[in-house]
């Protein structure tokens, strides 16, 4: 049922000092999520018809979840006509600003220099990359219009050089794609968009149509759908595609002490609360009085009742929670406990801080850097890893496009002086071939002397 409006919104509060380890990851855990296996159950079936029919399969699914029934051909090829991409000045330039510091921040993550190093004398070890060739951006679609996603996916592939950009993006029921991300498609250099959503785009980008091209990897966020046909193509060592990470639902952890601004704390968490009902926010307060606390959380309410998206606000509060600590390095230790696919610090020194953080998708430093301008305009990736995946993974950065190659090259004079070590563990491991590759060079120069 529908709650009135005056409802007070308010998250749970959490005592680190009286709970127990326990109660607080019990807490902290995030919303749990519908099986995995019963979505696979759901789009295997999909996947399957996509690989065997090709085009007619995804026009059938894009007319049936989408609506979009007048849709004859499931792509759009570059050139893309400017009559798809008409926007308001103000919008243009804001994604001329954004795809400039994106390019700009990405570009200089490029090591074009080749990695070299001579291990013994002789024995020379290389490293350098190269882009993957082709790759599909999965833009979500849905009720919203995310052109930063196809900026963030999209610049960073064309700098990192990849011949084949494959956008995909669910259509509107006309069929038609938002000019912002034909704007952007158009920007970044891609070849083509696939119009439709879901498990049937991941399908077609895994494994080609007549009309798709076949991509090796595909990244990008979206619904449990599109997360679990990206986790079945990339098991099909018959599709040879990989992914970026595995998805879940956004969240942001703001460490706030006595100096921040309530107000604008409040403001961190609400821009995460209004995602969706299933994203999760989290406050750890640094030793804040009562006061303090009840100021946050009535800016919380306050700025929220006046939200359009307060419906859903309304239900990612209900699970979010602030957790009260006594200092810095207990807050520090949740977090990175936590994981959280975006850090915000707005307490002193808060740059300081950042030498402590050792799992978050990106931070947020100081009290004028809202988790909003690296969704859009600074420059720093927002496609980040959620659900505790920063344990182990990056967001999407320039690498991320890339494959690093290595080489070595040896003398004869490296080759004696390596070649002792490979010959007693190619004896070891009972690699007869491996041993005599070498056996027979040294012999050769022995026989030259
Ligand atoms: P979407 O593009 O992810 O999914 C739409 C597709 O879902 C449809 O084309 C259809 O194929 C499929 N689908 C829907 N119902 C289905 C059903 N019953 N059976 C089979 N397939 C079905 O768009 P969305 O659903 O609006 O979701 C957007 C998602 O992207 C959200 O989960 C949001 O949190 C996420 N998102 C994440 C980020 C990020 O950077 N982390 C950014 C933007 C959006």
Redesign the pocket.
């Known amino acids: 049922a529908e709650k009135p409006k005056s409802d007070r919104i308010l998250m749970q509060r959490i005592d680190s000092v009286n709970a127990s380890e326990a109660e607080l990851l019990e807490t902290l855990k995030r919303p749990s999520q519908k099986s995995p296996e019963a979505i696979l159950k759901?789009?295997t079936p999909?996947i399957e018809d996509v690989r065997k029919n090709g085009d007619k399969a995804v026009l059938s699914?894009?007319h049936k979840?989408?609506k979009a029934t007048s849709l004859t051909s499931p792509v759009l090829k570059a050139p893309f006509p400017k009559e798809l991409m008409q926007l308001p000045a103000e919008t243009i330039k804001a994604i001329d600003t954004s795809f400039e510091n994106i390019r700009k921040f990405h570009a200089a993550q490029g090591d074009d220099k080749t990695l070299q190093v001579e291990t013994m004398p002789g024995v020379i070890c290389s490293r350098f990359s190269r882009p993957i060739e082709r790759v599909g951006l999965?833009?979500?679609?849905?009720?919203?219009v995310?052109p930063?996603?196809a900026l963030?996916l999209g610049v960073p592939a064309m700098v990192a050089g990849c011949k084949k950009i494959v956008l995909a993006?669910?259509p509107r029921a006309d069929g038609s794609v938002t000019p912002e991300i034909v704007y952007a498609a158009h920007k970044v250099g891609a070849e083509s968009i696939v119009l439709?959503?879901?498990?049937?785009?991941v399908a077609a980008m895994a494994y080609g149509t007549e009309s798709i091209t076949k991509v090796d990897k595909i990244l990008g966020?979206?619904?449990?759908?599109?997360t679990a046909a990206k986790m079945h193509v990339s098991n099909d060592t018959n599709a040879g595609v990989s992914i970026d990470m595995p998805?879940g639902?956004?969240e942001v952890l703001v460490i706030a002490d006595k100096d921040s601004n309530p107000a604008f704390v409040a403001s961190d968490l609400l821009s995460q609360a209004e995602?969706?009902v299933?994203?999760q926010v989290i406050l750890i307060a640094v030793d804040l009085n009562e006061e303090q606390l009840k100021a946050i959380e009535d800016e919380v309410h306050n700025q929220a009742i006046a939200l359009p998206r307060v419906d859903i606000v309304r239900g990612s509060i209900a699970h979010s929670v602030s957790v009260l600590v006594k200092d810095i390095d207990e807050a520090m230790r949740i977090s990175n406990e936590y994981a959280p696919?975006h850090l915000i610090l707005q307490i002193k020194d808060a740059a300081k801080a950042v030498d402590l953080v050792m799992n978050a998708g990106s931070v947020f430093i100081g009290e004028w850097t809202p988790e909003s301008v690296g969704d859009y305009s600074a420059g720093v990736n927002?496609?980040?890893p959620?659900y505790g995946f920063a344990k182990q993974y990056s967001g999407v950065n320039l690498g991320s496009f890339q494959k690093h190659i290595t080489s070595s090259n040896l003398t004869a004079e490296g080759l004696r002086n390596v070649g002792s070590a490979v010959m007693q563990l190619a004896k070891v491991e009972e690699l007869e071939a491996h041993r005599r590759a070498v056996e027979i060079r040294i012999k050769h120069m022995d026989a030259q002397k």
């Open positions: 759901i789009v999909i699914y894009t979840f989408e999965y833009v979500p679609g849905g009720t919203a995310l930063s996603t963030m993006s669910p439709a959503g879901g498990a049937q785009a966020p979206g619904n449990q759908f599109v998805a639902p956004s995602h969706g299933d994203s696919e927002h496609s980040l959620t």
